[in-house]
């Protein structure tokens, strides 16, 4: 399966609401914390949503559509460089 980044996202919390709203669309995501510390618990570190590939466009149109309607997912131009 080739996964491809969808969106990076303030904390895990966040990602989590995104993974699950994309899986009730039937579009396969996972989140990618980026961090060892994960089996620590929640991370409050930003994390990046991941999608399979064939799937991406639909996945950026539920992305944009959140975006318009405000929902709570803080969406962030995190570089992945800031990705731990």
Do not use: K, Y
Not at 18 to 47: H, K, M, S, Y
């Amino acid at each position: 399966m080739d996964w491809t980044h969808l969106t990076t996202v303030s904390d895990q919390l966040n990602a989590e609401l995104l993974v699950q709203a994309l899986r009730d669309e039937n579009i396969e995501a996972v989140i990618n914390a980026g961090d060892t510390a994960g089996f620590l618990g929640v991370t409050p570190n930003p994390c990046r949503v991941m999608v399979v590939g064939d799937r991406w466009s639909e996945a950026i149109a539920l992305l944009e559509e959140w975006e318009r309607d405000e929902h709570p997912v803080a969406m962030q131009d995190i570089p992945d460089s800031e990705v731990t």
